[in-house]
T-cell receptor, first 116, second 117 residues
Framework: DTGVSQNPRHKITKRGQNVTFRCDPISEHNRLYWYRQTLGQGPEFLTYFQNEAQLEKSRLLSDRFSAERPKGSFSTLEIQRTEQGDSAMYLC??????????????FGPGTRLTVT | AQKITQTQPGMFVQEKEAVTLDCTYDTSDQSYGLFWYKQPSSGEMIFLIYQGSYDEQNATEGRYSLNFQKARKSANLVISASQLGDSAMYFCAMRERRGQGSYIPTFGRGTSLIVHP
């Protein structure tokens, strides 16, 4: 399978706990994006990486959220001290950017987070 | 102001018929891109079609075509010969250039399409 993969697919946690999600992009893609999607909405951009550099973060990304892409391959998204409002689908996408061109994003299956 | 507007929360179509899903966008940039994605109940976003703002021809990909009307700022998706497997949420998205050469897409709220046999 050469698509984008995300783990876990589902996570149930209690309020106040920390959670970490992992995304493995398509291997030749140098850009990796994280989105959050709540019911009835389209995906909302959180942050993105070009290789290992985090180039942009949304205002939606509070101090409790942190993302890393240590070797420019897989990425992790950690949420500390989870709140019920963090319950959502967290989507990862990857794309190839080269020669000034940026191509379409390919999405993973998402991690559904439920905070009780 | 919303950058992407999808005014149809739900659409119904008979199998084998064509359907148009509406999308209007708002930007002051000259260079931008428009996408459509499909999201079935499994949750995965599937890329369907892309239209660049400088592309003069409407994009087509198999049964999907994008009716791009730049002056009206609309980018409607046309699905021909609908199939039962087309039942899903459909999202229109626009990509605008930001600093450092990044292109961050903004998604609409989506349209739910149900295909009837």
């Amino acid at each position: 399978d050469t698509g984008v993969s995300q783990n876990p697919r589902h996570k149930i946690t209690k309020r106040g706990q920390n959670v970490t999600f992992r995304c493995d992009p398509i291997s030749e893609h140098n850009r990796l994006y994280w989105y959050r999607q709540t019911l009835g909405q389209g995906p909302e951009f959180l942050t993105y990486f070009q290789n290992e550099a985090q180039l942009e973060k949304s205002r939606l990304l509070s101090d409790r959220f942190s993302a890393e892409r240590p070797k420019g391959s897989f990425s992790t998204l950690e949420i500390q001290r989870t709140e019920q409002g963090d319950s959502a689908m967290y989507l990862c996408a990857s794309s190839l950017a080269e020669g000034g061109q940026t191509y379409e994003q390919y999405f993973g299956p998402g991690t559904r987070l439920t905070v009780t | 102001a919303q950058k992407i507007t999808q005014t149809q929360p739900g659409m119904f179509v008979q199998e084998k018929e064509a359907v148009t899903l509406d999308c209007t966008y708002d930007t002051s940039d000259q260079s931008y891109g428009l996408f459509w994605y499909k999201q079935p109940s499994s949750g995965e976003m599937i890329f369907l079609i892309y239209q660049g703002s400088y592309d003069e021809q409407n994009a087509t990909e198999g049964r999907y075509s994008l009716n791009f009307q730049k002056a009206r700022k609309s980018a409607n998706l046309v699905i021909s010969a609908s199939q039962l497997g087309d039942s899903a949420m459909y999202f229109c998205a626009m990509r605008e250039r930001r600093g450092q050469g990044s292109y961050i897409p903004t998604f609409g709220r989506g349209t739910s399409l149900i295909v009837h046999p």
